[in-house]
């Protein structure tokens, strides 16, 4: 579902304007999505 929403994000926002914050388990997404979009270059 992360990975969807970004996706969806970058329709409407480029990379640079879309930031992904979280604390707990959820910095714990957001920094296993880091490895997701390189590997799929995405853009970030």
């Known amino acids: 579902m992360i990975h969807?929403?970004?996706r969806v994000?970058?329709?409407?926002y480029t990379a640079e304007h879309i930031s992904v914050?979280?604390?707990s388990?959820?910095?714990?997404l957001?920094?296993?999505r880091v490895p997701y979009i390189?590997?799929?270059?995405v853009g970030i």
């Open 21 to 23: 914050l979280g604390t």
């Open 38 to 41: 390189n590997v799929r270059q």
């Open 25 to 28: 388990s959820g910095g714990n």
């Open 9 to 12: 994000m970058l329709e409407d």
């Open 30 to 32: 957001a920094l296993g």
């Open 4 to 6: 969807e929403t970004y």
